[in-house]
């Protein structure tokens, strides 16, 4: 797998696709943002304030909830997050073993607002882990035409668009 490259400023995973250069810094899209709206503060004190928010952040979400459940052919599991001050869902992620022992992410959401903050790496990462353990021969992940942006995140665990499916919705042909 390619090495990854992380944010001078907050230090998080960089997506290739939201990468920026600054003064000879790579730095990821958020902190590119905050810095370009604060131009006078320094990099140290930026960093200080972006990670502040985070942890902040990360405490309200650090409660998941996984549900394994046995489908009717292989075996489905859920997994939630939970802001616990807001005492509500932000996000799940839904991932399968079918009977041919083949994984797929079927479904992967997070609020607009909970986004950037590493749920959908912890989410992925326990998917995976799950999907290990069971050895499947290989793991797929549907990503809807309009919606290819995500395949940036998607990259990052080494997963590349390798088939178009066609869907006929109501045999508009007849
Ligand atoms: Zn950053």
Do not use: H
Request: proline share 3%; aromatic share 12%.
């Amino acid at each position: 797998m390619a090495k990854f490259k992380y944010c001078s400023i907050c230090n998080i995973q960089l997506d290739p696709y939201d990468t920026y250069q600054v003064n000879g810094m790579l730095i990821c899209g958020e902190c590119y943002k905050i810095k370009k709206k604060y131009p006078e503060v320094s990099e140290e004190e930026l960093r200080e304030k972006i990670l502040n928010v985070r942890e902040k952040m990360k405490k309200r979400f650090d409660e998941f909830i996984v549900v394994t459940v046995p489908k009717i052919e292989g075996f489905m599991k859920v997994e939630i997050a939970r802001d616990v001050e807001k005492n509500v869902n932000i996000g799940y992620c839904i991932s399968t073993i079918n009977d041919r022992n083949i994984g797929e992410i079927e479904s992967l959401y997070i609020e607009p607002d909970y986004r950037k903050l590493g749920i959908g790496n912890e989410f992925m990462r326990n998917a995976l882990d799950w999907m290990d353990l069971n050895n499947v021969k290989s793991i797929c992940i549907g990503v809807s035409v309009g919606n290819e942006e995500v395949l940036s995140f998607y990259k990052k665990y080494g997963f590349f668009p390798k088939t178009i499916i066609l869907e006929q919705v109501n045999n508009k042909y007849k």
